[in-house]
């Protein structure tokens, strides 16, 4: 199932906080031969698109202005091909920033929007170019299925992978739901190994299932055909602490990014979870490092500027940061 994209997407009018602020960071090597951290200096800057994703309002209205961006390069590149992003709603905000991005700069090549796969899918095909741009929505990579008991996330099982080792390029992404209990989580039991039990660590959950991902890559993937990325950990930004002020518990009026360089709360154990698991993938992964710059865009995200008129600091502004996290895609991808 698709979440719906107004749910999500937010043309923010914060200001320049919120739009155009720098992105502080610098350019690693590989740390090793199958695996390369990315992360660029760049700006966040808006985007002209009247592309209607959903068939409803533009997912964006402002102005390209990025040479580090080259479109037309990234569509010859990938001529041919189908992309797909694989993940939760951090997933949604990078599909729709980069269809955005792409849109954009080619107003005038012909465009195909589609539902796939019983219309679980969302599509944009760049028909000029022979290039699919899909959305999977998956919480936690791993399954999750229906039983009489109730629903069971197993942490050593992923059957929609028979699908997904079908295209050209995935971008995959999954922490946001990990760490959720009560009415939010989205699971009552979990299985391991053939044993069932009610709660596990989720972190050790975490770890586990992104195993069985890394050794679904290995087992299944054909490195020659398909190129693999993973997303890192995107960061919220609920507790002031993390920007020198205690006491605030929002993203509310946040006008301007912490200066840091150093998020003062340091990277979450996910992170270490990520890069261990990825240096241990024999064929080549991509890592998109995206954790240190985002957390130092508390100014980035909708929230109360969205559709559900509630408090969003967990996704982020189209335009905006996904647009960053998209030039580092661009720069992995025609490498």
Known sequence: MILPHSRIVAICTKGIGSMTAPILSTIHQPVRSSTTSLIASSMAVPITSTLNIDGSQPIASCQVRNDRFDAEQLLNTLKGKKLMFIGDSISLNQWQSLVCMLHAAVPTSRIIKQHLYNRSIPAVTFKDYNVSVMLFHTLYLVDVDEETIGKVLKLKSIRHGDLWKNFNVLIFNTWHWWHRRGQKQQWQYVEVDGKISKDIDRMTAFRMALTTWAKWVDSDVDANRTQVVFQGISPSHY?????????????????????????????????????????????????????????????????????????????????????????????????
């Open 239 to 335: 507790n002031g602490a993390g920007w020198n002020e205690p006491g605030v518990r929002n993203c509310s009026r946040q006008m301007t990014p912490f200066m840091g360089p150093v998020h003062p709360t340091g990277l979450t154990r996910a992170v270490d979870v990520v890069n261990d698991v990825i240096r241990s993938i024999k064929k080549p992964v991509y890592l998109l490092d995206i954790t240190a710059l985002s957390q130092l865009r508390k100014d980035a995200h909708p929230s109360s500027y969205n559709a559900f008129n509630g408090m969003d600091c967990t996704h982020w502004c189209v335009a905006g940061l996904p647009d960053t996290w998209n030039l580092l895609l661009y720069a992995a991808l025609i490498k």
